[in-house]
């Protein structure tokens, strides 16, 4: 009966990320730098508010866009932090993590055979979501743009199909980030033109130098551009699983459909503590942050230490070094070092073709389980 299965579906890869992840249970005695996992806790208000749902039984379904003073929070949130201007009634929708924001958005905007302009390397679930919506992805090589996907990359690139750019920045697996300029660039190229924007920013509160900005910010850019967010990152909620999709009501309407047939609606008892996190814990991310650049800099002195080549990142918690100049691939690199040094990371090939001839590690671990880490790989280096 397999044959009878959905082509799109048998022709879609295992995320390579979580390949890798489930062979250090194979391994004893391993330090694994593969997951953007925060090594943080919850923030305890976070925590007291999800108890409290539980106590009072907000334990049913909730509106399918979710709760009004969750998309309120949430609109109050991205307006102070960024200046984008959303009405909470019909311009946001509160998802089952970022990573369903990304699904119904590509569902509802992707039709068969029409292109989907990304930026290699590049988080592995855009390409995944792309074909299983019918749609062509079409990578743009950023290996020689610091991993900036510019303006004139993108016009190189866009054809009669173009119906969606993807701006996943900062960037998963780079750590790259898009100044202001940057942007205007790419905003003055698409406002005249029929091509949405999918703007992911889950890690906007995650971002070292300058502000982050928003390509819904810019004039003429709101009205065709989805903007993706979440509370995994910035408040350490994996497991809670929030997500936000803000758009034009225009486009809200017909998102709901998708959200409201796969989902009905986000979890209550995440939604209410997630109003606590939007308020209350609106700058809990603050402190992870300078954690989390303190780990960067670490990691990346160490890097160069050894002689990588390595960009150095300006957000997330996410370093891309350079290993071609072992001469093996990303995936052999990354088992060997897993293997003889008892270090995992993920091999460069899992976030596409342009991945390859890199690895990513992620520094969301303690400063003890990092020095750990780079004293075995210099070791390791050092054999090699």
Not at 371 to 382: D, L, M, T, Y
């Amino acid at each position: 009966m397999e044959y009878l299965i959905n082509p799109r579906v048998k022709d879609i890869q295992f995320s390579g990320i979580r390949q890798f992840f489930n062979m250090v249970s194979d391994y004893e005695d391993v330090i694994s730098l593969t997951i953007g996992q925060p090594d943080f806790s919850s923030p305890e208000g976070v925590k007291e508010a999800g108890k409290w749902a539980i106590d009072h039984d907000y334990t049913t379904y909730t509106h399918n866009a979710g709760l009004l003073p969750l998309r309120q929070a949430a609109c109050n949130f991205v307006k102070n932090k960024y200046g984008l201007e959303y009405d909470h009634e019909e311009e946001v929708i509160v998802t089952s993590g970022a990573s369903e924001a990304i699904d119904i958005a590509l569902r509802t905007i992707v039709e068969e055979g029409t292109e989907v302009i990304l930026p290699g390397p590049a988080y592995p679930s855009y390409e995944a979501l792309i074909r299983l919506s019918g749609g062509i992805p079409v990578f743009v090589d950023t290996r020689n743009s610091g991993f900036k996907l510019t303006a004139s990359l993108i016009k190189e690139h866009l054809t009669d199909k173009t119906r969606c750019l993807i701006l996943p920045y900062p960037s998963n697996p780079t750590g790259c980030t898009l100044n202001f300029e940057d942007l205007k660039e790419i905003a003055e190229l698409l406002k005249d033109k029929d091509i949405f924007v999918l703007s992911d920013e889950v890690y906007s509160e995650l971002v070292f130098k300058g502000s982050h900005y928003s390509i819904a910010s810019f004039p003429g850019m709101k009205e065709k551009t989805v903007v993706v967010n979440g509370l995994s990152k910035s408040h350490s909620m994996t497991g809670w699983r929030i997500g936000f999709a803000f758009a034009p009501a225009f486009l809200t309407k017909y998102m709901v459909k998708v959200h409201q047939f796969s989902i009905a609606c986000a979890s209550s008892i995440s939604q209410y503590a997630a109003i606590e996190a939007l308020t209350k814990g609106m700058n809990s991310a603050l402190t992870m942050k300078h954690e989390y650049m303190k780990r960067m800099h670490y990691s990346y002195k160490r890097l160069k230490f050894l002689g990588f080549d390595v960009e150095e990142p300006n957000g997330t918690f996410y370093i891309f070094p350079s290993i071609k100049r072992f001469n093996m691939t990303s995936l052999d690199f990354a088992t060997k070092l897993l293997q003889e040094a008892g270090v995992a990371v993920v091999p460069g090939s899992a976030f596409s073709e342009y991945g390859e001839g890199f690895v990513r590690l992620s520094y969301a671990y303690s400063m003890e389980t990092l020095e750990e880490a780079f004293n075995r790989i210099e070791q390791f280096v050092n054999r090699m």
